[in-house]
């Protein structure tokens, strides 16, 4: 079955340390995306990358970083200095081609204290 | 910059009601709209997508949505609400035709279904 995958589902962290989120898809899509959500604020971009080894800030990106070293695989990292890192992530991804819906991942939630 | 407008935070219905969420979309060209559903703790789950053509569009789940150009709209309805509906709805919209493929999406709708 294509698709996407985030792991873990749940991920508890001590404030100062960095953590990376998993997202992995086998959908043969070269789009790819990273979403945060806080209740009642919808859903906020914060990387995105539409090839290999490039990616582009979206509209929240400090405190954060990416990599994108294979087209199945787009890790989110959350450093010490993102402010309010406890939050629910999702990754998303899409074809550049037709209508470019994009397919999400089950997100991980992030407790960080 | 494009941007989405979900005016409904909250709505509730009963079971077997129907149901109608709003969208509005502010964009100089026609975009792509999309509607999606997110269960609690889950991801986003696309329910129906507009590109071009019939305005009236079709979805999973008995939805459909409509296209207005006039009142930069996509509205989600659906005849009969099950309880199994209850969830967040986010509208979502794109650039056509051009090298972005980013969505930008709205606040969300969260709908409660009364038995």
């Known amino acids: 079955d294509g698709g996407i995958t985030q792991s873990p589902k749940y991920l508890f962290r001590k404030e100062g340390q960095n953590v990376t989120l998993s997202c992995e898809q086998n959908l043969n899509h070269d789009a790819m995306y990273w979403y945060r959500q806080d209740p009642g604020q919808g859903l906020r971009l914060i990387y995105y990358?539409?090839?290999?080894?490039?990616?582009q800030k979206g509209d929240i990106a400090e405190g954060y970083s990416v990599s994108r070293e294979k087209k199945e695989s787009f890790p989110l990292t959350v450093t010490s200095a993102q402010k309010n890192p406890t939050a629910f992530y999702l990754c998303?991804?899409?074809?550049?081609?037709?209508?470019?819906?994009?397919?999400f991942g089950p997100g991980t939630r992030l407790t960080v204290t | 910059a494009q941007s989405v407008t979900q005016p409904d935070i909250h709505i509730t219905v009963s079971e077997g009601a129907s149901l109608e969420l709003r969208c509005n979309y502010s964009y100089g060209a026609t975009p792509y709209l999309f509607w999606y559903v997110q269960s609690p703790g889950q991801g986003l789950q696309l329910l129906l997508k507009y590109f071009s053509g019939d305005t009236l569009v079709q979805g999973i789940k008995g939805f459909e949505a409509e296209f207005k150009r006039s009142q930069s709209s996509f509205n989600l309805r659906k005849p009969s609400v099950h309880w199994s509906d209850a969830a967040e709805y986010f509208c979502a919209v794109g650039l056509s035709g051009g090298s972005n493929y980013k969505l930008t999406f709205g606040k969300g709708t969260l709908l409660t279904v009364n038995p």
């Open positions: 998303a991804s899409s074809r550049k081609q037709g209508t470019y819906e994009q397919y």
């Open positions: 990358s539409q090839i290999v080894n490039d990616f």
